[in-house]
């Protein structure tokens, strides 16, 4: 059974690219302090880490995850995810195939995949996904390609027709929205610059889950 994060969610995001000038580990290591409940690596972009340092600083992260019992996942790289034998993987719909990814990484590894739409959710479960992230819900300046922002309604249909599929909402979410994804359904919410560009991560997390609780009680 892979042991898939513990929820509401707060799923934190990140690559050397999205720390310019400052320690991704000390960030890291806050957020898990923080309470964070899952960690996913995506190392994108052009300045991205490649080969022995992209090796070294997977290693790192995934020590760090280990120490505070948090999931760790690698998105779209199934291959340095199976080096690593990390907790799981994410891919995205222009990445592997999920069935592929899923054959690769076993049974008990987690396999998250990205979605858009119901199609490509019912496609993820016949995967044997065991969460999808939909997105973006807000606009973002995390992603370049990125869709335009699609709010909450695909999350709720989602949730509507699977019930029981862990759904994670990401794009552009902080404390002031976090709550308006929860009520919506989702699972967790994923978040990359929030985290990172908080003075205090640890009362950034704290925010995210009060908004999360207030989100619930309406
Ligand atoms: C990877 C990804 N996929 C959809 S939006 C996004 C980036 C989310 O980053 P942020 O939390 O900074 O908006
Ligand atoms: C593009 C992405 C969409 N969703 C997620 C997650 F939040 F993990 F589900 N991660 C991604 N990298």
Not at 53 to 75: G, H, S, W
Request: proline share 4%.
């Amino acid at each position: 059974m892979s042991k898939l994060f513990s929820k509401p969610a707060i799923y934190f995001i990140m690559g050397s690219q999205n720390t310019p000038g400052r320690d991704a580990l000390e960030i890291l290591e806050a957020a898990l302090a923080g309470g964070i409940n899952c960690f996913q690596l995506r190392e994108k972009g052009a300045d991205a880490l490649t080969g022995e340092l992209l090796l070294d600083f997977a290693v790192e992260c995934q020590r760090l995850c280990c120490a505070y019992k948090v999931p760790f996942i690698v998105n779209d790289d199934v291959e340095l995810a199976y080096a690593l034998d990390a907790d799981g993987i994410h891919i995205g719909q222009e990445d592997m195939e999920a069935s592929t990814a899923r054959r690769l990484m076993g049974p008990d590894k987690i396999l998250g995949v990205s979605v858009h739409s119901l199609e490509e959710a019912e496609k993820a479960v016949l995967s044997g996904a065991d969460y999808v992230g939909m997105g973006p819900v807000f606009g973002t300046q995390s992603k370049a390609d990125t869709k335009s922002p699609a709010g909450t309604s695909g999350i709720l249909a989602v949730k509507n027709r699977y019930p029981g599929l862990p759904v994670i909402g990401i794009g552009g979410i902080a404390p002031d929205n976090a709550g308006q994804v929860w009520a919506a359904g989702a699972d967790g919410v994923a978040v990359i610059s929030a985290i990172v560009q908080a003075e205090s991560i640890a009362l950034q997390i704290r925010r995210f889950n009060e908004s999360i609780k207030a989100g619930a009680e309406k």
